[in-house]
């Protein structure tokens, strides 16, 4: 807090004349936006789309990008904590109102490639650099038909810069909760050579999650100690090719509530690739690795939870291989077609210790996925019809269990599946800015091999594999009416979405502190609602966003042979409230500074399948305010949950907190030419 006084006080005693309110925080909503996978000339308007910028990013009073996302109506976390402390195995992303696990119906993308965690489909929100964005593009609804596996609810595209000059930029912040971190930015272009190289760090003292009315000697804080780093180079081979590379590297460790429960993560990721622009096509190829190591520690708490007993620890390697290659050709008469290939081959071995006997059981496996699509677009005068498909081979395969004290290897079951995911949609542009839109798709999730081999654990729940997981199935569709008047753009969007094979956790044993669940292919559940959005035009200085959600997701079929959960029929779905409102309102004051407020509703959900654990309704309001100092200085400042609510993360069965209070103040340089 020292650091944000003295900043304050520095703005306070410069000349009126040096200050330059920043620019306004906007999110962008649209049904224009190209949500073809980046095709170009290929422009599906009948989807709904979200944007903001990397300077909107930047201006968040947010530590991580979820938690800048969250003013995005709809985009919610599996849990309400956010990455800054939260363990990334329970940051799944739910859109739509389909919920999640630790593995999310919502694929997250950067540059065509997969940014969703190779083994378990979660996110790690702190891998790109937060001044290497150049903007998040959130598609709602399903994408399985350009995308493949995981895009049930929608697409999180994380869009990289692409240096064009020659810049610095840093930002460095202190806050609340010994919170330390900062960014930093350089690019530079010439004819033959561009660069780029981005790093960002943070470091927080974190906060107890759980509840004080719960709280034992053995609960301590849950934090996160974070290095990204980001470099790559452009050249222009010929005035119509061009090609890249890309080098990132995620170091993390996590401290995740109690002493012996810790986890962290290294992660390097290589990206390579061409685009090329000629009169007969736009043809873009990407080639990318990963290489993972994720480790973490478990352990068994006493019921008064004042001490505490190490029962396992985990370690993850990680292998990913792949390719995409996409191209699109104009043709006369309005007619865009294009064409893809991608592959995806995961390698890995999760590896579990049982302590005290440090045994250790072992579960490789390999899972490809291979697919390919076709899409195409034809715009007549006052319409826009949009079609695709895309088939995809779904497999996991070599598996095999072996345990230290054993010589035995035994396999586990091979899992093939061969998936079609069409997606046709239409729009129909009125007079007055009036246009009328439909969708409709089908969609599929393939289980992660962290559903299927390993067993995982949040606080006092212990989730177990299965190694008979199939694909999750749904189908859906949207239908919209949009208006872009003087005043403001306003849509309006009804969606309904049934996922059939829903792979979802069922209790197999409990006490009063702790529950088993296995992970299982239960009936079918439905997702159905409607999403109002508007978004004012500057207007003396002001602007405002204004998002409404109302999804009633529930159980419509079940089938499971547990006797603790003979039926949930008609539940509602664990994490995913009813109602769901974001505002955001941008002010600027002359002379003075730039002022975002940030205010959020969230309706009551459960924490639990069996719909016994209420996590009660919130308001959360998050402020930020930028004052420039010179032409490339600016302080800024801000807070999250600025009422400082006890906002309720978890009740399975050991209560815990969403993150309180966080004050924040910084300073910002830039520079270009």
Do not use: C
């Not at 995620?250 to 290589?270: H, I, S, V, Y």
């Not at 059981?361 to 899972?367: E, L, M």
Request: charged share 15%; no cysteine; aromatic share 8%.
């Amino acid at each position: 807090m020292r650091l944000f006084s003295g900043i304050l006080i520095a703005a306070s005693i410069l000349p009126a004349a040096a200050q330059t309110p920043a620019s306004p925080i906007t999110v962008q909503q649209s049904i224009t936006v190209t949500a073809d996978r980046g095709l170009a000339n290929i422009n599906d308007s009948a989807t709904s789309t979200a944007v903001l910028t990397g300077q909107q990013l930047q201006q968040s009073p947010g530590l991580t990008l979820d938690d800048s996302l969250h003013q995005v109506a709809g985009f919610q976390l599996f849990r309400r904590t956010s990455s800054w402390t939260a363990n990334p195995t329970s940051a799944g992303v739910s859109l739509r109102g389909l919920g999640s696990t630790a593995a999310s119906r919502t694929l997250v993308i950067s540059d065509q490639v997969p940014l969703s965690d190779p083994f378990g489909a979660w996110v790690h929100w702190n891998e790109t650099p937060t001044l290497a964005i150049d903007y998040v593009q959130i598609l709602r609804g399903g994408g399985a038909d350009l995308y493949g596996s995981s895009a049930i609810g929608g697409v999180v595209d994380v869009v990289p810069l692409t240096p064009t000059k020659l810049t610095f930029a840093a930002d460095t912040f202190g806050a609340t909760e010994n919170t330390a971190a900062g960014d930093a930015l350089f690019t530079t272009a010439s004819r033959h050579l561009a660069t780029l190289s981005a790093l960002s760090v943070l470091s927080t003292g974190g906060y107890v999650p759980t509840a004080p009315s719960a709280r034992g000697t053995v609960d301590t804080v849950s934090n996160v100690s974070n290095q990204a780093a980001r470099t790559e180079l452009h050249m222009p081979m010929t005035p119509t090719l061009t090609t890249f590379l890309r080098g990132n590297l995620l170091n993390e460790a996590r401290a995740n509530g109690t002493p012996d429960q810790t986890n962290g993560t290294r992660l390097w990721r290589f990206i390579g690739g061409a685009d090329s622009t000629n009169p007969f096509a736009i043809i873009a190829l990407r080639l990318y690795g990963l290489r993972e190591s994720y480790r973490q520690s478990f352990s068994s708490v006493a019921a008064n939870r004042n001490s505490e007993t190490l029962t396992k620890l985990q370690h993850v390697p990680t292998d990913e291989l792949g390719f995409a290659l996409q191209g699109s050709h104009a043709f006369p008469h309005a007619v865009t077609t294009g064409l893809g290939l991608d592959l995806r081959d995961i390698r890995a071995t999760d590896d579990e210790t049982a302590t005290p006997s440090f045994v250790t059981t072992s579960t490789s496996a390999r899972q490809r996925e291979t697919g390919g699509y076709a899409d195409g677009i034809w715009q007549p005068k006052n319409w826009s019809f949009s079609g695709s498909i895309r088939v995809d081979s779904f497999r996991t395969f070599d598996a095999q269990k072996t345990v230290s004290n054993a010589a035995t290897i035994t396999p586990q079951p091979n899992i093939a599946e061969l998936v079609a995911s069409p997606h046709l949609g239409v729009v129909r542009y009125l007079p007055h800015g009036l246009a009328l839109t439909g969708t409709a798709y089908r969609a599929f999730r393939g289980p992660t091999m962290n559903e299927l081999y390993r067993t995982g654990q949040v606080g006092s729940q212990t989730t177990l594999a299965n190694n008979a997981l199939l694909a999750e199935r749904a189908t859906g569709f949207e239908g919209g009416i949009e208006l872009s008047a003087r005043v403001a753009h306003v849509r309006a969007t009804y969606f309904w979405t049934e996922v059939n094979r829903p792979i979802t956790t069922v209790l197999v044993t409990e006490t009063a502190t702790t529950q088993t669940l296995q992970r299982q292919n239960l009936g079918q559940l439905r997702s159905d609602g409607a999403m109002l959005e508007a978004q004012t035009v500057r207007w003396h200085s002001l602007d405002a966003a204004f998002n409404y959600q109302l999804s009633f997701a529930s159980v419509t079929r079940f089938n499971s042979s547990s006797p603790l959960q003979t039926s949930l029929v008609g539940n509602w779905l664990p994490e995913v409230p009813r109602e769901s409102f974001t505002s955001v309102v941008n002010y600027t004051a002359a002379r003075i500074a730039a002022f975002h407020l940030i205010a959020s509703y969230q309706g009551r959900e459960f924490d639990d399948s069996a719909n016994q654990y209420i996590l009660h309704g919130y308001a959360r309001f998050d402020v930020a305010a930028e004052r420039g100092l010179t032409k490339r200085f600016s302080v800024f400042g801000g807070a999250q949950n600025v009422l400082n609510r006890a906002i309720e993360a978890g009740k399975t069965p050991t209560p815990t907190l969403a993150p309180p209070r966080l004050v924040q103040g910084g300073l910002r340089y830039r520079f270009s030419r």
